[in-house]
């Protein structure tokens, strides 16, 4: 449901949603003319880096850029240091994430105790602490009779497992996607059947075992036709892109530049094209941004060294907006990406501007302009291969429960109280 | 009059329920022989009963053991850390040596399925399967059905619930074709990397994720023994957790009908498939299994060996 209207809170949740709502006295109220108001955000595919890396990010600044990209909440990828993989350190994550009181903060929780590969984590234990999923996200869960069980011990719990689908074998050495870029630069690359190999196997096994999987981070044609069969067979698989799979190709390599290398790499002009039509026709379920914080360190440095990754929160919704844009998406498919199919996906209450539902609220100025900068960043780095370009959109004002948490135009304070 | 045709016990998949039930009450009229002051009776005197395992056991061997000895045949034991498997010769080759010697009976447990059943083709003797691997455990099923039966008087149209690895438990599979053959119906549940893959059914089991399920209003609850692990492959996060959450304490107890009978085949890790309070509660049958594991054993030999008699 689209339109032009009206939208009322009190005491942190919607009172009234319609065409036309009398304001009441003592009411503040704000003109929006021009603006979207959306349901609050949910990027469920995040790296906090803290415990254990927070030179790079901490709970702290990564819910602060998670709000500045218009996110009232993140899902957290447990590969920190320790590795999120028992109950303590979650219970740490959401004391951290409550004490800092920005976007909501849920964990996922490894599948395997210390991302080895080996022995599954205690699912129920973790899920009475306050996992939300279970992923070995950063790395794939290696062996297949491993991910057998995890997919199935989480039907004890209708718990989702999330798949990093990534043949490691195939992928070993690589810096790049294997193609004529990766021959002109000399790099080794990584082949689309890296992906498309382990998205297969963990479909297969889902399909076996019954159990809920979701496909992190798609980047190659083939993996959105095999989740696009999967669907049509009817078994239990979601997936989600990035917004750098559908905004950029492996041409962006191109100068070695580090801030362009990730994990899947950035694929063809073909991959990308099918990664769109992916979120087009419903194949791809989610846009999260895999925000991967790393700092000079990891960055500035040999290619073929350079770490995986790049930050999301804060460049996801104007990239985003290019595809509404260019019309490939329409404006509620990409709130449905964004907002409401992570939440069903994770069993969260799904975000909708209903009467009685907490106002969870991303406000967004489709037409701003701005100039992505480190010192416009709220992430503690800024490894982005959009820093010094014009993106176009943003979030200008965020609300979690009715209490705006990021309002840097000064949108409230033009208010007129009735 | 001996009416039993079997040669020998290799499963309960094999046995007809009326089979099961004239093993049932052959056990009930040698049961009172293991009360009396002299525990010894004469029927298999000059029989030779050979016990063959290739895997540890202490419960199952001794019972097979005493079975042997409360009917007066000669017993001999051989396990596989003595026996000339680790000299490499084959197990078709160790069963005809053995029957060579012109052993009676031959009670046998291996780690690997059918192997009594490869046996029988080698030898004149009766085998009896003392547990093949993750296939079947008759002695143990039987001894359970008699269980019940002494308890609740009855077997038919009572709901058994068993809990824990159902797929690769040979107790498991024997439990559910001898209550099922007698009329119960059996339900199932544990962890799902414990359960058959997608199938709602498994040898005329129900199989339920949710444990509640499997325990509202059973008549009987079996708890089976955890093993973390299955051919270096672990089933489970920890025993901690299984104890937690799939682990019987009397709250899931409650769930079902009052006085429920709570087995379990031994050995019990206490605090993960049962709570202490269960195991020693009011309603535990678990010691009386083991007494009438006994009886169960002397039924199966002297029905074997005095066939025609
Ligand atoms: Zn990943």
Excluded at chain 1, 79 to 89: E, F, H, K, L, R
Excluded at chain 1, 100 to 126: H, N, W
Excluded at chain 1, 244 to 273: G, Q
Excluded at chain 2, 147 to 175: C, E, F, N, P, Y
Aim: charged share 20%; proline share 5%.
């Amino acid at each position: 449901m689209d339109f032009i209207g009206d939208l009322l809170i009190k005491d942190g949740t919607i009172a009234a949603v319609g065409e036309s709502i009398e304001v009441p006295q003592h009411t503040m109220a704000f003109d929006l003319k021009g603006k979207w108001l959306v349901p609050g955000l949910l990027d469920m595919h995040v790296h906090l880096r803290e415990p254990g890396e927070e030179y790079k990010e901490t709970i702290e600044s990564g819910t602060a850029a998670a709000i500045a990209g218009g996110f009232k909440a993140v899902a957290c990828m447990p590969n920190t240091q320790p590795v999120n993989d028992s109950a303590g350190i979650t219970r740490f994550i959401l004391e951290k994430a409550r004490s800092s009181d920005r976007a909501k903060v849920y964990p996922i929780a490894a599948v395997t105790l210390g991302q080895r590969g080996e022995q599954l984590t205690e699912f129920g234990d973790l899920l009475s602490a306050g996992a939300i999923a279970f992923s070995d996200d950063g790395l794939p869960v290696k062996n297949a009779a491993v991910m057998r069980k995890a997919l199935e011990y989480a039907l004890n719990f209708d718990a989702l497992i999330i798949s990093h689908s990534e043949e490691l074998d195939l992928s070993k050495g690589g810096a790049m996607n294997e193609g004529l870029v990766s021959t002109i630069l000399g790099l080794k690359g990584i082949p689309a059947a890296a992906e498309e190999i382990a998205v297969f196997r963990d479909i297969a096994l889902a399909e076996w075992t019954g159990g809920r999987l979701h496909i992190a981070h798609l980047s190659t044609k083939g993996s959105v036709e095999i989740v696009r069969q999967a669907k049509n067979r009817g078994v239990r698989v979601t997936a989600e892109t990035a917004p750098h799979y559908f905004s950029l190709t492996e041409e962006a390599v191109f100068d070695y530049n580090t801030f362009a290398k990730m994990s899947p790499p950035l694929r063809t002009e073909e991959d990308r094209l099918a990664i769109i039509q992916g979120l087009k026709d419903g194949t791809i379920d989610v846009i999260a941004t895999d925000h991967a914080p790393h700092s000079v360190i990891e960055k500035e440095c040999e290619f073929q060294m350079a770490a995986n990754g790049i930050i999301g929160l804060e460049t996801a919704v104007p990239l985003s907006l290019n595809l509404v844009r260019n019309g490939f998406i329409s404006a509620s498919q990409m709130i449905r990406c964004m907002s409401i199919s992570p939440s069903r996906i994770l069993g969260l209450p799904e975000g909708s501007l209903k009467c009685g539902n907490s106002a969870d609220i991303c406000i967004i100025d489709p037409k701003a302009i701005f100039t992505l900068t480190r010192e416009s960043l709220h992430s503690l780095s800024y490894n982005s291969p959009f820093l010094g370009k014009d993106l176009q959109g943003r979030a200008v004002l965020t609300l979690i429960d009715g209490r705006p948490v990021f309002d840097p135009t000064g949108i409230l304070s033009l208010s007129k109280i009735n | 009059m001996n009416r039993f045709t079997a040669q020998h016990i290799l499963g309960i998949y094999s046995l007809s329920p009326d089979e099961i039930t004239f093993i049932l009450d052959t056990a009930e009229s040698l049961k009172d022989i293991l009360e009396r002051p002299i525990k010894k009776v004469p029927p298999l005197r000059g029989k030779t009963v050979v016990h063959l395992f290739f895997e540890p056991s202490t419960r199952t061997r001794l019972s097979f053991e005493l079975a042997a000895k409360r009917l007066s045949a000669d017993t001999v034991s051989i396990s596989a850390n003595t026996s000339s498997v680790l000299k490499g010769e084959t197990l078709i080759d160790t069963a005809r040596n053995i029957e060579a010697m012109r052993p009676d009976v031959i009670v046998m447990r291996h780690p690997q399925t059918g192997t009594p059943h490869l046996i029988t083709k080698y030898v004149k003797s009766a085998v009896i399967n003392a547990g093949d691997g993750i296939n079947e455990h008759p002695s143990q099923a039987l001894l359970d059905v008699f269980t019940v039966r002494q308890h609740l008087g009855h077997i038919d149209k009572l709901k058994i619930a068993i809990l824990g690895d159902i797929i690769h438990s040979r107790v498991a599979h024997s439990d559910i074709l001898a209550f099922t053959k007698m009329g119960a119906e059996v339900v199932v549940s544990g962890p799902a990397t414990m359960l058959p893959s997608r199938q709602s059914e498994v040898l005329g089991a129900k199989v339920v994720l949710k444990m509640e399920d499997a325990l509202e209003y059973a008549d009987v609850i079996i708890a089976l023994r955890i093993q973390k692990e299955r051919q270096g492959q672990s089933l489970i996060p920890s025993l901690r957790e299984y104890g937690l959450f799939f682990g019987l304490s009397p709250d899931k107890v409650r769930l079902a009908k009052s006085g429920a009978l709570i087995m379990h085949p031994g050995p019990i890790n206490r605090g993960v498939e049962m709570a202490p309070e269960v195991a020693d509660g009011p309603y535990s049958v678990i010691l009386d299994q083991v007494t009438n594991g006994v009886a169960i054993r002397m039924a199966l030999l002297s029905l074997l060996l005095t066939k025609g008699s």
